[in-house]
């Protein structure tokens, strides 16, 4: 999967999207009680490129260090004003380790302007744009407890203050009862989009 299969404008018009990898497909892996998705991984690393490459971060960079300067002078502490303006996010902690190794691996990638971490770490912060990758993609259609979890799933929905960008299963995450109301609200304002084996983003679900 080359860095440039990204749909750049369709990833970048849109306050709210989500990526369904039904298409592809992106099965997760599952090794003892720990489950990954090797392909959702990928596109979150390439989706992390393009939005470096389109200049996504560096006014709220700037935006946001001068807000912790002022608190740093002012005595206070506040995590909301993190001068990181990117998140990536997943309920899984393997998936997240995947996640960093490639971030690492790549010079192109300043370590220090992409914060990655679980649902819970990101609880009272927020960032300018949130990559979240909710890992689960089965034929049993099992989301498994962390993200039937509703308040982890409201956590992860809200700290984005001005993008986020999902990548999921929909014939996975469907078959939760939550997830089926939130991707009903999500059809219903055209924020899905179907990723099909060219891995490019594209409008409507394959049939």
């Known amino acids: 999967m080359s860095r440039n299969s990204l749909d750049a404008p369709s990833a970048c018009r849109k306050p709210v999207l989500f990526l369904d990898t039904d298409g592809i497909p992106a099965e997760e892996h599952r090794s003892g009680d720990t489950v990954r ?7 979150i690393y390439q989706i992390t ?10 006014n ?19 995590r909301s004003s993190d001068h990181r303006s ?9 998936q997240l380790r995947v996640i960093r190794r490639m971030l690492r691996g ?9 914060e990655v971490g679980t649902v819970d770490k990101y609880q009272g912060s927020d960032k ?20 039937q979890d509703k308040r982890r799933v409201n956590v992860a929905l809200t700290r984005a203050k001005h993008k986020i960008i999902m ?15 939130c991707l009903t609200l999500l059809e219903r304002n055209d924020w899905v989009r179907c990723w099909c084996s060219s891995a490019r983003a594209v409008d409507g679900r394959s049939s």
């Open 49 to 58: 490129l393009v939005m470096l490459a389109l200049g996504v971060s560096p």
């Open 37 to 43: 998705n090797l392909i959702e991984a990928t596109l």
């Open 60 to 78: 709220a960079m700037v935006r946001h260090a001068v807000l912790v300067e002022l608190e740093r002078r002012s005595g206070r502490n506040s």
């Open 167 to 181: 990548i999921g299963s929909r014939r996975t995450l469907v078959q939760n009862e939550l997830f089926a109301s």
């Open 86 to 94: 990117k998140g990536i996010i997943s309920p899984y902690r393997a």
């Open 106 to 114: 790549d010079e192109a990638i300043n370590g220090s302007a992409v």
């Open 128 to 147: 300018d744009l949130i990559l979240l990758s909710w890992v689960r993609s089965n034929s049993l259609g099992k989301v498994g407890d962390l993200i």
